[in-house]
């Protein structure tokens, strides 16, 4: 199935030493990608998804801060002395901020906005030469921006700066989508639901699969599957999509 393979393709995953962002850089590894930048702040971690994800293919880590612009700036500008191409940009890099609304602080606003929805905006940016350089009229390169189904409906927690933020980002996928895809790059939003991570609780999980139609949470199966059907040949019609990968739940509850 030629439409599915990453063949010759390299990839930048933010995010991608842990959570979605791992479940996405080993799926992409898995497909065929040549090769998968991953980056968060902590070198060592990054060290470790380099390990956990030899054994499915090349994986390079590149520290960076990326709720600052100039961190994002020279991520790219490391990531263009790797490779003089990239075809797949994920930009999964996110934070979560809960607190009751009156006590709710302006850090829990800046940080999350910061990462979540200006940092998508500028790495894109700053990675634009590699990205046309590897884009076609029929191959077009890809950006992935990972949302979440909080910023298609309203949450249960009051986790205002986070639903806002992607809400934000899926808006700013479309308008990204208009404006790139002249320029061969489709701009695309995964909007996952509760998958086993970090960010979400074990009552989170449980009551998610109890309201799932499918009667579970996501699998990084489900997660690999959507960011290379994204990032292949048989993603290159999609742009400007905000596509829940949920199980249902936004859809039917």
């Known amino acids: 199935m030629d439409l599915f393979t990453l063949d010759g393709k390299t990839a930048v995953v933010t995010g991608g030493t842990r959570g979605i962002g791992l479940m996405i850089a080993k799926g992409l590894l898995r497909a065929g990608a040549d090769q998968v930048v991953v980056s968060s702040r902590k070198a060592d971690a990054g060290e470790a998804a380099v390990r956990e994800l030899a054994p499915y293919g090349k994986a390079v880590s590149i520290p960076a801060d990326l709720s600052r612009e100039d961190e994002c700036v020279r991520l790219a500008a490391e990531v263009a002395a790797l490779t003089d191409r990239v075809h797949v940009l994920v930009n999964n890099a996110g934070a979560a901020w809960g607190a009751p609304l009156e006590q ?22 700053a990675l634009l030469p590699v990205l046309e350089a590897a884009a076609s009229a029929d191959d077009p390169a890809r950006v992935i921006n990972i949302g979440s189904i909080d910023g298609l409906r309203t949450p249960s927690l009051p986790t205002y700066s986070y639903s806002a933020s992607k809400a934000g980002v899926h808006q700013l996928t479309r308008v990204l989508a208009r404006e790139l895809g002249p320029r061969n790059i489709t701009v695309n939003a995964i909007a996952p639901g509760p998958f086993d991570t970090k960010m979400v609780s074990s009552l989170d999980k449980d009551q998610a699969a ?28 999609v742009t400007g999509a905000v596509i829940p990968v949920d199980g249902g739940l936004t859809t039917t509850t």
């Not at 850090?107 to 940092?119: E, F």
């Not at 309201?211 to 959507?226: E, Q, T, V, W, Y």
């Open 104 to 125: 709710f602080p302006a850090l829990g606003w800046d940080k999350v906005l910061d990462l979540n929805l200006k940092s998508p905006f500028y790495l894109t940016r």
């Open 210 to 237: 109890s309201l799932s139609p499918l009667g579970r949470i996501g699998r990084d199966d489900d997660m690999a599957g959507i960011a290379v059907f994204l990032s292949s040949r048989a993603g290159a019609y």
